[in-house]
């Protein structure tokens, strides 16, 4: 009987997965473009190159052409009518967890993302949908299962788990739920060293694991190549990751100058999610959050700031779902960046080309240039000088896919 059920199961999960395969909006099919009439601002040099052609073929950057060019062959023509083409963003702290998800996340200008977790290895399944051209979204970098001391009903996503229904703390709790998630197909880890901001009866500056145990993790993880991401609001956990080896620091609200100073030595990234830190000040948040949020932002405008003065890596994450009600989104994080001080370029660095340099994929993305792939958008203002027109992007190809295009705005006929 048992069998016969496990068989019954099986096939309706087959059923139930081709339906989603078949309902699943399709991909355009990669296919060559010469985007036309582009004022360029390519990642890499501080100016804007003006009528700018960009050939795409296969999925890469063939040619970048500017001035008069004579275009022949099979290219579908794109007239970008002289509106600014920048390299496609990056969010490096996202949790988004359904294909509609992932659509709205590409859609806002995201071609690249690092999971910060989901709840039943969604990312990973995500990942290869995008891979394989059957839905559309931006490129996952998969974290899988979320190390942490509780992990409620996340046990439920692989039933290897079970021993861990007491806890993970031990040395050996910690190496399994590594190696559960490395078994799993997950690029990446995260654990956390500091408790939550976003519950009202945790206290985002307490300390959650040592640095002994987070060394634990991180050294599991670098057996197969991984690097480990570290949630910390709170400077003693933080410091904990940094001494451990983590490759970057999520949220660092209450980061001293003197653990910045140890992340600046030692190359860890800072990923801070003032986005939606800042939200919870929002009316649907409890007061206790709004309250924590009044608390939290100032602290972590100051983090920022000393942050970029004194030369610490900074990557773009909006730690969000991409859910229809909020608008934490890497276009408002760069916006912030600016106020706090960064010049344009700069902060337009820290979603493009630094955030690729931390997944260690800058030789491949987060640039304008030819043999790289084709993440780029469009957007209708000099991003150097008015950092807003990154709210309105008009164009969106990823991987050379074009996924999103709202130009002409004229009828013609």
Aim: net charge negative; charged share 25%.
């Amino acid at each position: 009987m048992g069998h016969i059920m496990t068989v019954s199961n099986t096939f309706r999960f087959i059923a139930a997965t081709l339906c989603l395969i078949l309902s699943l909006p399709a991909m355009a099919q990669d296919r060559p473009f010469a985007l036309t009439h582009a004022n360029l601002f390519d990642g890499s040099r501080n100016k804007i190159i003006k009528d700018v052609t960009v050939f795409v073929r296969d999925g890469l950057i063939e040619r970048i052409i500017t001035g008069e060019v004579n275009i022949s062959g099979d290219y579908e023509v794109i007239d970008t009518e002289g509106n600014y083409l920048m390299p496609g963003m990056f969010d490096v702290h996202t949790h988004i967890d359904s294909v509609n998800r992932a659509r709205q996340a590409v859609e806002s200008g995201v071609t690249t993302v690092r999971s910060a977790s989901v709840t039943s290895f969604q990312d990973v399944a995500l990942r290869e949908l995008v891979r394989e051209g059957k839905i559309i979204g931006p490129e996952f970098f998969a974290a899988g299962i979320y190390i942490t001391p509780n992990l409620g009903d996340t046990i439920l996503s692989d039933p290897r788990l079970v021993a861990l229904s007491d806890g993970v703390n031990t040395d050996d709790e910690l190496r399994l739920l590594v190696n559960v998630n490395v078994d799993r197909g997950v690029d990446v880890i995260k654990t956390r060293g500091t408790q939550r901001a976003g519950l009202p009866d945790t206290d985002p500056r307490q300390q959650v694991y040592t640095e002994r145990q987070l060394r634990v993790v991180v050294e599991e993880a670098s057996k197969h190549g991984l690097p480990v991401l570290v949630h910390a609001h709170g400077d003693e956990g933080a410091r904990a990751a940094v001494l451990a080896g983590a490759r970057s620091i999520e949220h660092g609200t209450y980061l001293s100058n003197e653990t910045l100073r140890l992340m600046k030595a030692r190359g860890t990234w800072f990923v801070p999610t003032y986005v939606t830190m800042d939200a919870m000040n929002e009316q649907r948040y409890g007061y206790v959050l709004r309250l924590r949020g009044k608390h939290m932002v100032p602290q972590l405008e100051r983090a920022i700031r000393e942050a970029y003065r004194i030369g610490v890596k900074i990557a773009t994450g909006a730690d969000h779902y991409y859910e229809e009600d909020a608008i934490n989104r890497i276009s408002i994080e760069v916006q912030r960046f600016v106020e706090f001080g960064m010049s344009h370029f700069d902060a337009l660095k820290t979603a493009t080309v630094n955030s690729a340099e931390l997944l260690q994929i800058a030789d491949r993305t987060g640039r304008i240039k030819e043999g790289f792939e084709a993440d780029m958008i469009l957007i209708p203002g000099n991003p150097l000088t008015n950092i807003e027109a990154l709210q309105d992007v008009l164009l969106v190809m990823s991987n050379g896919r074009l996924v999103l295009k709202r130009i002409p705005f004229s009828v013609s006929g």
